[in-house]
């Protein structure tokens, strides 16, 4: 059982930056992928980056690639989201997830995922 918990969310002015954090904690003994995905109001979930269990393999969604940078902090249990140049676009719930047994989580699949943080919203405003 993992349990994942996001923070960092917050208002940022469009062209601004922030980071968005996900705590793991539980039985993080197997191999985990970790995801980012999103989610606007009337809109699905979507994946917006994926890393693999040894930080060698990471994937951003078209939309994000060039401004998000997903990195994980194995010491720390952490994974982080930053995210520059932000559009209006981009306003949503964050929520990290967590896929058990997996090598490469590309492109990623809400209902593959085993564990989900509660979300945190992140809003963008011009």
């Known amino acids: 059982q993992v349990q994942l918990q996001e923070s960092g969310g917050g208002s940022v002015q469009v062209g601004g930056s922030l980071r968005v954090s996900c705590a793991a904690s539980?039985?993080?003994?197997?191999?985990?992928?970790m995801a980012w995905f999103r989610q606007a109001p009337g809109k699905e979930r979507e994946g917006v980056a994926t890393?693999?269990?040894?930080?060698?393999?990471?994937w951003y969604s078209d939309s994000v690639r060039g401004r998000f940078y997903i990195s994980e902090d194995k010491r720390e249990n952490t994974l982080s989201l930053e995210m520059n140049g932000l559009k209006p676009e981009d306003t949503a719930m964050y929520y990290c997830?967590?896929?058990?047994?997996?090598?490469?989580?590309?492109?990623?699949?809400?209902?593959?995922?085993?564990?989900w943080g509660q979300g945190t919203q992140v809003t963008v405003s011009s």
């Open positions: 997830a967590a896929r058990r047994l997996c090598g490469l989580w590309i492109p990623p699949v809400a209902r593959e995922a085993t564990y």
């Open positions: 890393i693999s269990p040894g930080g060698g393999r990471t």
């Open positions: 539980g039985t993080t003994d197997t191999t985990y992928c």
